[in-house]
């Protein structure tokens, strides 16, 4: 009788490190996982680009996986706080493509980072995604409202990078912007509202947060229903603002709709009426 032996070597685990950089190599075989029937999907990609902003985050730390620490020894988290997608063709995507992902990525200070992703499929782009990152932890165990950033115990002084996303984000915040696409921020009546309750076991990450992904979906999933055949998405900028509880509805509350509904402004909202995320909306080929 003939025996399989699997070679020493290939018994052996790898370490978190190891496994680390395999997850960032740069390219990916497109099945059906990562598609929707419309070509690449959006949502998968930006949990899929995510989880390499946070390996990547990790490796320039030095650390030998992601598990992120307060100089106190508390657990922290790499929360998105802004993303950026513009020039995508998702729909020239199809399954057995693979996608290349060039990324490239740069602290912004001690507590914020950058990494941009430059999506090609057959060395045609079809686009190009920024995530604004910032260390955070809960000031009250289980309460996802009292997020507030921290510096994490590997940080150090280096010299910082400079992202007009960031900036945006900020002043955003800060309500220090007045528009943005050009459209205002302020004073918008409320044209539509799209109400949705998040499941705890599909929306929210292993931290227990609403996950960033999940916010473009919820917007997403309002248009469908207000604008069903709409064009392919295009450009898509979304700023966060804060988080929600696992028991708690949220909705996408419509501000703007213009370009013959071709590029579109508006919040996610908890049930309170707080604003938790900005999302601006821009079919392919619309005119900004």
């Known amino acids: 009788m003939n025996l399989a032996v699997r070679p020493s070597h290939l018994s052996m685990t790898p370490s978190s490190r190891d496994l680390m950089d395999r997850a960032l190599e740069p390219h990916l075989l497109i099945g059906m996982p990562h598609m929707t029937p419309h070509g690449l999907s959006e949502t998968w990609l930006m949990k899929e680009l995510g989880h390499r902003h946070w390996l990547m985050l990790a490796r320039d730390l030095g650390m030998d996986n992601a598990d992120f620490r307060t100089i106190d020894g508390e657990e922290a988290y790499a929360a998105i706080c802004a993303t ?24 912004l200070s001690r507590t914020q980072t950058s990494t941009t992703h430059v999506l090609s499929v057959a060395g045609g782009s079809i686009g190009h995604v ?20 921290v510096t994490v115990a590997k940080s150090e002084a280096k010299s910082f990078g400079v992202s007009p996303l960031a900036q945006q984000a900020a002043d955003i915040r800060n309500g220090r912007l007045q528009t943005h696409w050009e459209l205002p921020l302020v004073g918008s009546d409320v044209l539509r509202s799209f109400r949705f309750d998040p499941s705890i076991t599909q929306d929210f990450n292993g931290a227990g947060l609403f996950y960033f992904a999940e916010f473009q979906a919820v917007a997403d999933r309002a248009l469908e229903t207000w604008y069903p055949g709409r064009k392919p998405v295009g450009r898509r900028d979304v700023f966060f603002l804060g988080n929600t509880e696992p028991n708690e509805s949220v909705s996408f509350d419509l501000l703007q709709s213009v370009d013959q509904d071709e590029t579109f402004h508006g919040e996610i909202r908890r049930h309170t009426g707080e604003p938790i995320a900005k999302v601006f909306i821009s079919a392919q080929n619309a005119c900004l």
């Open 130 to 149: 920024e995530l604004i990152s910032a260390f955070v932890r809960r000031q009250v165990k289980g309460c996802n409202r009292s997020i507030t950033r």
């Open 84 to 107: 950026s997608l513009t020039a995508a063709r998702f729909n020239a995507v199809r399954a057995n493509d693979i996608l290349t992902i060039q990324s490239r990525i740069s602290p």
